[in-house]
């Protein structure tokens, strides 16, 4: 007699007395209808590759998505790979399938409630989700452990039960994640690689479940059925690598991340960048010959050298005795710019501000070249001159009294840039930190640097809001608010996981999970962290083609003692333990 698909296949061998209820129960759960459509089709006795696709076919899913997740699981190594379960039963199919095709070896820890169907039984480890206590659960997860550690490719469900309405979230959600995908990615060498599967069942089955949860269950067979012509996208982020993983966090925890990188792939949590307001590009203006800058800046007084590195000079200087120097330092910023999209579009980047501010850069001496610059305005002086319009960042943030610029003598830091060349190397930034010190130590009122470090716009949108939400803290978001702020909404899902825990260290993770490029916290948001950096705000900068900057105050003296000591040079000391009443 040919293999049927019935209830029985995962009950102990029937008695007389339960063949009645095994009857029941297949035509409740819409099992019956799929043995039909099983028989129709010919089914028994494929494989489970023939078998998946012939399921897909029948059911004339629009599955979206594929090709990304194909191309996101790693083909070798060991690799945990976790998604919502929003409809119960044919995700499991579909993503086995696709995955299959990339990894042979792939196991999927799954409902027992799949072994119904016998064709595709070889993909998966059962478990009862329904009953913590099964003592066949034991073996199944440890199953799991197993095949991970010995370079396997595993598909988990954490949360084990299909997803469900949650008043406090307005919205589908499931179940806090097992913790055994927090043991599972701690192994080592383990990859980790997040899915998020957008849809959801009928409105039937969530108002069922709000009498009773587990009656939804007897809705799961039909649910399957009634997918017919669905539209079904899913959404993966980057494989994360073991050691992404913050150390201490425990499993628990590390389980709760798992489940908030996979909803931070959710295709309703997107935003697109407004258009460029750049909508041409001038061409630059030529290169300054290096024997007018040397003119220049080899008529600067003495004291405004300050550093030499080996084959390097760092010095500061206005436009008024520099214009040739600050003409090409717009002219190179413009180049840097454009290749995170953030330049003017102009010949060159400059504005009224470069006539004010204070310019330090960096002079490669064999070539005579300027290979990088800082642009600092000394508060208290621009204030004096202009009032608040001295400052640039006055037209990005509100300032209150509370913050550290309406307090006292401050250098705002702003317009940084290395030449392509120096940008992949520390070298660049030392020497630009190491000049911010020199200078503090001959002004030593100026105890507090503040500024905006620039998010090139060729982040994801998800991963400045995450930036955003990881870096700012309640206090210091107080003394100031964004004129322009970033209209994007935080996802609840990641919310919850702040709570928990500090997102701030799991901010890498979030971000290789986003960008496929493989782009971390920008490199000078990591350097102010060592600094000791407070974050305030994420603005929108209108005027420099709509680019977010993250608003930050560093007091300086408070560094930890070894950077004070590199940047400052010999006078860290006097520096750091200056005060006002001292002659300067």
Known sequence: MPHAISISNIMPKPTLANKIFVWFLDRLLGIKKMDTLYRQHEMQGLSKEDFSDR?????????????????????????????????????????ARLIGEVRPDLKVLANKGLG?????????????????????????????????????????????????????????????????????????????????????????????????????????????????????????????????????????????????????????????????????????????????????????PNQQLLLENKEYSVYFGYQSQLPLVVQEIARLREIVFRMHDEGSGQALDTDEFDATYTHLFIVKNTEHKIVGAYRMGLTDKLTEQQGPAGLYLQKMFNFKPSFVNQQGPCMEMGRSFLVPEMQGSYQGLLLLWKGIGRFAAKFPQYRTLYGTVS?????????????????????????????????????????????????????????MSIENDGKDIPVLARQYLKMGAKFHALGIDKSFNHTPGLLLSVHFPSAPEKLLKLYVGKDYEAYRDWTPNQQH
């Open 55 to 95: 399921l897909i076919e029948i059911l004339k899913l629009d599955i979206q998505g594929a090709k990304e997740l194909q191309s996101k699981i790693p083909k070798t190594g060991p690799v945990v790979i976790a998604s919502n379960h929003p409809f119960g039963g044919i995700e499991g199919v579909i993503l």
């Open 116 to 300: 119904i169907f016998k064709e595709i039984s070889d993909y998966f480890i059962f478990t009862n989700p329904l009953s913590a206590n099964d003592p066949k659960n034991g073996p199944s997860l440890r199953h799991c452990v197993k095949h991970v550690q010995s370079q396997g490719a595993l598909l988990i469900f954490p949360a084990g039960k299909v997803s469900y309405y949650q008043k406090a979230k307005s919205g589908i959600s499931e179940h806090i994640w097992n913790k055994l995908v927090g043991r599972l990615v701690s192994i080592d060498s383990c990859q980790f690689v997040p899915i998020f599967v957008n849809g959801q069942n009928s409105a039937n089955f969530y108002r069922i479940e709000k009498i009773y949860f587990k009656l939804r269950m007897l809705l799961l067979g039909r649910e399957l059925l009634n997918k017919t012509g669905a539209k079904i996208v899913i959404n993966t982020g980057n494989a994360i690598q073991q050691k992404q993983f913050d150390k201490q966090l425990n499993h628990s925890d590390k389980a709760m991340l798992c489940r908030a990188l996979s909803y931070a792939q959710d295709h309703r949590w997107r935003y697109q960048w407004p258009a460029d307001t750049v909508t041409e590009q001038l061409p630059i203006i030529d290169e300054i010959k290096p024997e007018h800058l040397i003119s220049e800046i080899k008529a600067l």
């Open 455 to 511: 998010i090139s716009k060729l982040f994801d949108p998800r991963s400045v809001k995450l930036i955003e939400q990881g870096l700012i803290d309640i206090q210091s978001s107080s003394q100031v608010d964004a004129v322009n702020p970033f209209e994007f909404t935080s996802h609840v899902e990641i919310d919850e996981l702040a709570q928990k825990v500090n997102l701030k260290d799991q901010l890498s993770a979030f971000l």
